[in-house]
């Protein structure tokens, strides 16, 4: 039986994005009967616990990712065939893994997380170019995205049943992490400042300072949770970060707009706004400069029929079977090594 090892981290600082990969890699493996172990903190992200508990996931405290022998170590301790890393402080591992026959799947986003792997996957929007560092199986683009069953299902029942509603829905969401409270009340601000009537759900740690209304608008505000997937598939438009939570939002087919947070995220927005899966609000750091942001957000709002092709075009360009095409690979490796 093929037992995977995944390593990643969740924190209020990092948010909870490389954890929400490894639940949808669970998921497959375990769907595909091999052992899976999970190795990382999930500071922040409970309800990815209970995911991994009900799939039979074997969680265990994470490796330092400082030192270079912790992992293969690990490996070696749990008996793993494959080590999937996605992890930004991690350095090269292949080697190591590699002298006791373990296949590393890497995942990365453009320099971050860069190291030489079996397998590396750049799950991302963009096809900028890749330097050639001798990982022998590269695979690009958001075909390739790990999104979860629940994600999935979300696209599903969106496509079967979805009516945009006489006040849009609004979701703003900047991720899993603690740390961007004042980003989350600038866009705030500039949904307000819209003048347009919507209904918004606010999802976000450290208590944001909403806005006071205008004539028919309300907010509220939620704490992340395992329900963002539902939210996002009864949301007539999403204000987002660039990062997880966009593929997530195209794959379900939501209409998005974007807000640039870190730098890591950029080249992502802007493939999607370039592609028309998306539009682009800016940076979140200068939204209270211009007005822009809200003249944006104001067609949006008033335009369903440019939302809805919006929301069809980045539906055709994440189809969620991304963690699929990852472990054939990985499997294909495996069993090349076995022979």
């Known amino acids: 039986m093929t037992h995977l090892l995944l390593r990643a981290d969740a924190s209020?600082?990092?948010?909870?994005?490389?954890?929400?990969?490894?639940?949808?890699?669970?998921?497959?493996?375990?769907?595909?009967?091999?052992?899976?172990?999970f190795s990382g903190s999930l500071t922040g992200a409970d309800w990815f616990a209970e995911?991994?508990?009900?799939?039979?996931?074997?969680?265990?405290?994470?490796?330092?990712?400082?030192?270079?022998?912790?992992?293969?170590?690990?490996?070696?301790?749990?008996?793993?065939?494959v080590v999937l890393v996605d992890h930004y402080g991690i350095a090269e591992q292949r080697a190591a893994l590699a002298a006791d026959g373990v296949v590393l799947v890497s995942l990365e986003s453009r320099t971050f997380g860069r190291r030489q792997a079996d397998?590396?996957?750049?799950?991302?929007?963009?096809?900028?170019?890749?330097?050639?560092?001798?990982?022998?199986?590269?695979?690009?683009?958001?075909?390739?995205?790990?999104?979860?069953?629940?994600?999935?299902q979300a696209r599903r029942r969106r496509a079967e049943s979805h009516e945009d509603?006489?006040?849009?829905?609004?979701?703003?969401?900047?991720?899993?992490?603690?740390?961007?409270?004042?980003?989350v009340t600038r866009v705030l601000r500039v949904l307000r400042d819209t003048g347009r009537p919507f209904e918004a759900e606010v999802v976000a740690?450290?208590?944001?300072?909403?806005?006071?209304?205008?004539?028919?608008?309300r907010f509220s505000v939620s704490t992340p949770d395992t329900r963002l997937p539902e939210r996002l598939a009864g949301a007539d438009l999403v204000v987002s970060a660039a990062g997880v939570t966009l593929l997530e939002a195209c794959c379900i087919g939501v209409p998005t707009a974007l807000v640039l947070l870190v730098d890591n995220q950029e080249a992502g927005y802007h493939a999607a706004v370039?592609?028309?899966?998306?539009?682009?609000?800016?940076?979140?750091?200068?939204?209270?400069?211009?007005?822009?942001?809200?003249?944006?957000?104001?067609?949006?709002?008033?335009?369903?029929?440019?939302?809805?092709?919006?929301?069809?075009a980045a539906a055709a360009a994440v189809d969620g079977l991304g963690a699929a095409r990852v472990l054939d690979e990985a499997a294909r490796l495996v069993s090349s090594r076995a022979g």
Do not use: C, K, N, Y
């Open 119 to 152: 397998v590396v996957v750049e799950s991302e929007l963009h096809d900028l170019p890749r330097p050639d560092d001798g990982s022998p199986v590269v695979l690009r683009g958001a075909r390739h995205a790990p999104l979860r069953e629940q994600v999935r």
């Open 165 to 183: 509603a006489d006040v849009p829905r609004v979701v703003v969401v900047l991720g899993g992490a603690a740390v961007w409270r004042e980003e």
């Open 12 to 37: 209020p600082t990092i948010g909870v994005g490389h954890v929400s990969r490894m639940v949808a890699f669970a998921e497959e493996a375990s769907a595909r009967g091999w052992r899976v172990t």
């Open 205 to 217: 740690h450290g208590d944001p300072e909403v806005p006071e209304p205008g004539e028919g608008q």
């Open 274 to 312: 370039e592609q028309g899966l998306a539009v682009g609000l800016g940076r979140a750091q200068e939204l209270d400069a211009s007005d822009t942001a809200s003249a944006v957000l104001a067609d949006l709002l008033s335009d369903a029929r440019r939302r809805r092709a919006m929301a069809s």
């Open 51 to 81: 995911q991994f508990a009900a799939l039979g996931v074997v969680v265990v405290p994470p490796t330092d990712p400082g030192d270079d022998g912790a992992l293969p170590a690990l490996a070696r301790t749990v008996g793993a065939d």
